[in-house]
């Protein structure tokens, strides 16, 4: 089968976009097909091998968390099943069911909404420079992990390539305009608090995450894009955590460790990944899946295209 990328399909659809991950396909205008490959990419740089069924994973917990925040945010997804393919598309339905979303065509916000709950990542480097997150004051003496006090907003302009850049959240107004860039704001805090009070019911702590926005043609911000997956969102389970260390996380972390163990300068062509870190990566994408919906994964392949 022809391909373009890794494990992108060559349907006979138009293809508007091919990110590290998603393959987006212009149904009308009115519509696209979102289509979540098994690429993974650390350090910026695609792998040459999939993660089976990753993919899978991404689309199945965005299904889940978008059924849970209805009464929070609009969303776009307008359908998943098998059913509602275009034609030309049908012939690939082995292939594209549990990774698939027909989903509303909005003008997306150029402005991702992360919000963290805990001090890591880059906010811990912030941190331990200024004494700062995304600029806020913080208290003194925090360590690697610490949970803030509150959950805190730090804005990034989407990058097509390489790292999105943090911003301010007067740089996220002076982009969006004020009131629009405080809606989804305050909708991706209660988007953020609902999950991590969910997930830690289930021994997972939610330490940050990142929400997409959009605005449809009746002027309303619409919650979009992929939400609280693993790639998204940096999940830890609760009985590894331990103040003063990064927690091991449900996502390409695992990766990531064997990568930095290699005479590897993080610029393409990526090292190949052994069957042994593969398998190893998977497994973490859908024991997250399974921990966080209660579902088995196999349960949800065998219903997704309903």
Known sequence: MASTAVGTLDL??????????????ELDDHRLLFVTSDRISAYDVVMNEQIPDKGRVLTGMTRFWL??????????????????????????????NGRFMIVQRLNMMPVEFVV???????????YKRNGTI???ELPTGLREADKLPEPVFTPATKAVTGHDENISEAQAAEILGAERMEEARDKAFALYKMAAGYAEERGILLADTKFEFGV??????VLADEVLTPDSSRYWPADAYKPGTSPPSFDKQYLRDWL?????????????????????????????YERITGRSFADYISTAGA
């Open 67 to 96: 059924q849970r925040c209805v009464d929070l945010s609009p969303n776009h997804l307008l359908t998943m099943s098998l059913g509602d393919l275009p034609e030309g598309a049908k012939p690939f339905a082995e292939e594209l």
């Open 12 to 25: 006979p659809l138009r293809r508007v976009a091919t990110g590290k991950v998603r393959d987006i396909y």
């Open 134 to 136: 995304a600029g806020l």
């Open 260 to 288: 930095s163990g290699l005479d590897w300068n993080k610029e393409p062509p990526p090292p190949t990944l052994p069957d042994d870190v593969i398998t190893g990566t998977r497994s973490r994408y859908i024991e997250a």
């Open 216 to 221: 449809d043609e009746d002027g309303n911000v």
């Open 116 to 126: 963290r709950g805990y001090l890591v990542g880059s906010g811990w480097s912030e």
